[in-house]
Structure formats: C-alpha cells, structure tokens
C-alpha cells in the first residue's frame, strides 16, 4: 500500500514595516541683514526747570496777580509787594540828582570865570585850581545821585514780582496780606515748573553702556549724523505721538544703583506729561549693519542650551547650537551658530530628528532690509 504525501505550504518569509514619510516642515533661509535695534528702560518725567520765585524788597504782599496752577509766561505779573516806601525813596533820589546838577552847573560856571580871571592874569592860580577841583567834586555828585536813583527805582520795580520762565505755578507759600522779608526763611512765594520741554530719567546697566557705545561708534565711522532717538510708551500700551533726544549720560555708574544714569527731553505743548510719572523709554537710532535673525519659534531649548533645526542640500535635518542676542523684530539675533544661507526649520520642529530627512513643504527667503 503506498503512501500519500500532503503539501505543505511553504512559510511566508517576515516583511520589515514600511519607513514612515519626512516630516513635513517650513524653512526659513536666514540672510545677513541691516537690523534695527532698541533697548527700552524705566523712566520717570521730572520738570525741564523749577524756579523759586522770592521776593527781592520787603513789605506787605497787597496782591496776587495769577490764578494758582496756571500757565504763565517768562515777564508776567504774579505778586505785588507795597510799592509807596520804594515810591518815595525814587522821588528822594529823584530830588538829590538834581541838586548835585544844579550844583555841578554853578561850578561849571565858577570854573570858565576862574580861567578867564587867571588868563587875564587878573585871578590867581589857587582860585582857578579850586575851581577845577569844585567842578570835579560836582561831577562826582551827580554820578552818585544817579546810581542812587537807579538803586530806588530798581528797588521799586522788585515790588512788582513777574515771572522768569514760561511755566506751571504751584500753590501760594503765603497769602495776600502777609508781611514779607527778603531772607531764606521769608521771601518764598511760589515755585514755578517749566513742562515744556520735560525729562525722562532712566539708568541702564555697564554692559549696556558698552554695546550702545560700541554700536554707535560704528554707525558715526558710516554717518556722520547719526543720533539717537527716544520714544515713551505709557503704563496702559499707548505711545506717546513726540519723539524724544537723549541729551545727557553720566560718565559714572551710580555707586548705589550699579547703573549709569541717563536722561531724554520730549516736547510737551499739552501738559500730557506730568512730572513724577512712570513711563517707559525705547532708544532707537541704533542698527546692527550686518546680523543674522531666527524666528523665535524656530529656537529650541536643550540640556546643552538653545539650538535650532537646519536642513541641508540633501533635506537631511542637523541640530545646530546657537548663541542669541538682543530680541528684535522678527525673532532673536544670533551671534553664533549661524550664517547666512543656512536653511532653518520654523514649522514641525517638533516631528524632526537630527540626522533624518524631511520634506520641505514650503521654503521663506529672508530679504534685506532696506535702510
């Protein structure tokens, strides 16, 4: 009896799993371009000057010739001091100027008849010296009654006290009435703030210093006028519409502080900045004539630092460390890691590994900015 043979089926030979698509990703092709820099700090707007206004003759203050908290101009009245004693010290030395002219003229006369006496051989010499000397003596007089008269008037005129700058009037330090002096204690009437123009004041660190100096250096060496420019921006967002210029920088850091301190004026035709207020202040004028910018969501943190995804010719994705400066517009400036012409991966970072293709979907061209 013979024996049937079954058949077997032949094993099926194990297939290796399809290899998942590149990621699909965007890239950006950073360029080295011109970039606008700014550094904003904390500031504080103080009046462009404060002025007391004293008096400068005593008596009774008879009247006050402004509305408190008024805008006055440098020459308008504000106070008047009893003007009827300096009155009367004018009309004195009014009275003693005449006299001493009078009596210069009659020793003007004493003096031609003298000489004309002495010429004749008729007067002696003695009376016509005397006689020279008298007119001298006379003309002196006269100089001294006259700086007496302008001393009176001048003293008049201070009882009349007007305003020496353009500015804000605070309220009265003593009202109408009052008997006052010309001492320190005494004599204050009111402070006046000119607002227009103010101060910002703000401080900024060593290091700053050094790059704003350092970049700046470099701008002045291309453009001889290069300067910079400030600008506020209030606590609720809204920026103020006048543009400002820095006009001071202390050549010292601040022993307290650790910081220097610096200072822009703004203009301010409305009041709309009121001394003591907190503002923030933006430098700009500044620009880094050739640096490279990576999109912010293209920088990612790792345990060695920040790097980003670059991809080559061949599609292929590699980490690349990098070292970032200021931010600005349009993402951070990279000092290190990058150069122009690098291809950056700014969309699907999360899906790329370092060493594995991706697809690049669509590819952005930083363009230059034009100056």
């Given amino acids: 009896m013979g024996a049937s043979l079954l058949a077997l089926p032949e094993t099926a030979t194990p297939q290796a799993p399809a290899a998942p698509p590149p990621p ?6 950073v360029n080295a371009r011109e970039v606008p820099l700014s550094y904003s700090y904390a500031g504080r707007v103080s009046a462009f000057r404060e002025v ?16 408190e908290g008024a805008r006055v101009k440098a020459g308008d009245v504000l106070f008047r001091v009893d003007p009827k004693t300096y009155e009367a010290e004018v009309a004195r030395a009014d009275a003693q100027l005449q006299t001493a002219q009078a009596q210069l003229a009659q020793a003007t006369r004493d003096k031609a008849r003298a000489v004309e006496l002495f010429t004749r051989q008729v007067g002696s010499q003695k009376t016509r010296d005397d006689a020279l000397s008298a ?8 100089a001294a009654a006259k700086a ?12 009349t006290v007007r305003a020496p700058i353009d500015g804000v009037t605070s309220l009265d330090v003593v009202p109408e009435g009052s008997l006052i002096g010309i001492g320190t204690t005494d004599s204050l009437l009111t402070t006046i703030s000119q607002l227009d123009p103010v101060y910002v004041n703000f ?3 060593d290091a700053n210093a050094a790059e704003l100096r350092s970049i700046t250096d470099a701008q002045k060496a291309h453009t001889a006028d290069a ?24 050549s010292s850091i601040d022993v307290q502080t650790g910081t220097i301190r610096s200072r822009a004026v703004f203009p301010n035709p409305d009041l709309y ?8 202040v933006t430098i700009s004028g500044m620009s880094l004539a050739s640096a490279i910018v990576v999109p912010e969501i293209a920088v990612l943190q790792g345990p060695q630092g920040k790097f980003v ?24 400036i990279v000092t290190e890691g990058l150069k122009s012409g690098d291809h950056v991966v700014t969309s699907g970072v999360i899906k790329v590994r370092p060493g594995a293709p991706v697809a690049a979907a669509k590819t952005i061209v930083q363009t230059a900015q034009a100056n």
């Fill in 24 to 29: 699909s990703v965007e890239l950006t092709t």
């Fill in 273 to 280: 900045l009121i001394p003591g207020q907190f503002v923030r």
């Fill in 309 to 332: 995804y670059t991809v080559d010719d061949k599609n292929v994705a590699a980490m690349a460390p990098v070292t970032l400066g200021q931010s600005v517009e349009g993402g951070w």
């Fill in 52 to 67: 007391q206004v004293r008096a400068q003759v005593g008596g009774i203050l008879m009247e006050r010739a402004y509305v």
């Fill in 135 to 142: 007119v001298d003596l006379a003309e002196a007089a006269v």
């Fill in 203 to 205: 401080s900024f660190t």
């Fill in 227 to 250: 300067k910079l420019t400030a600008t506020i921006t209030f606590g609720d967002g809204r920026v103020y519409d006048k543009p400002g210029e820095i006009d001071f920088t202390s």
């Fill in 148 to 159: 007496q008269l302008k001393t009176a008037q001048i003293n008049l005129d201070y009882a």
